[in-house]
Structures are given as C-alpha cells and as structure tokens.
C-alpha cells in the first residue's frame, strides 16, 4: 500500500499497531502535544528532531527506538508521519509504519496520555 506522495510505506491500523507491539512515535511539535495530549506509551519525536534521534549514531538517539521492531508513526493528519517514516527506513528501519493521525488514534478508542 502506498502511503504519502507515493511513499511505499504501509500503512497500520491503531488496533494493528497495538496487537503487534509496535513502538508508537508522535513526530509532532511539543506545542501540539502539550494541547492535546499523546496516544499512551508513544515516544514523542518531533519530526524536525527525528533525523538526530532515531539514528543510532548519534549522541541525542532515543534507545527506545529499535531498528528491528515494528515503528508506527504519526502525526496531526498523517502527513508528516508520512515524512517521518521515510526518514525511519533511510536510516536502516525495517518495518516502518505510517498510522496516520492521533486522530485514527483516538477514533479507534486509543488512550491520551498528556
């Protein structure tokens, strides 16, 4: 399935992503988050941050992230989360997801945490 402007990331559903245990990552801005909260349990990487902190090399990386696992993204609409993962897989990801917005989140009964 093709996700944003062409990207061949797939897609995952919020149910699909909590089943699989995938790691959840926000990429929207602190003041975004800080309105409306975060799905519960993701990582809040700003997208203009991702590139620094998903890569392991770097001395600002996130240890959570694991390269290995099952990473679903996202954002306010699924644009940026479209961005996001196609930074994830140029950094060597493997299975990278685009989830959409929180909104697909919280319609599929997903918890806010703030």
């Known amino acids: 399935m093709f996700g944003f402007m062409g ?23 602190q003041t ?14 700003p997208l203009m941050r991702l590139n620094d902190m998903a890569d ?15 990473v679903a993204v996202y954002c306010a609409s699924g644009a940026r989360s479209g961005m996001a993962a196609q930074m994830l897989e140029r950094l060597g990801y493997r299975d990278v997801r685009n989830m959409g917005g929180l909104g697909d989140w919280v319609r599929a009964g997903g918890a806010l945490e703030k």
């Not at 392991?56 to 099952?70: G, I, N």
């Open 7 to 29: 990207s061949r990331t797939a897609r995952i559903s919020p149910q699909d992503a909590i089943e699989t245990g995938a790691i959840l990552v926000d990429v929207r801005d």
């Open 32 to 45: 975004e988050v800080a309105q409306t909260g975060k799905a519960k349990g993701a990582l809040h990487v």
């Open 56 to 70: 392991p090399r770097h001395p600002d990386f996130v240890p959570h992230l694991k390269q290995d696992a099952t």
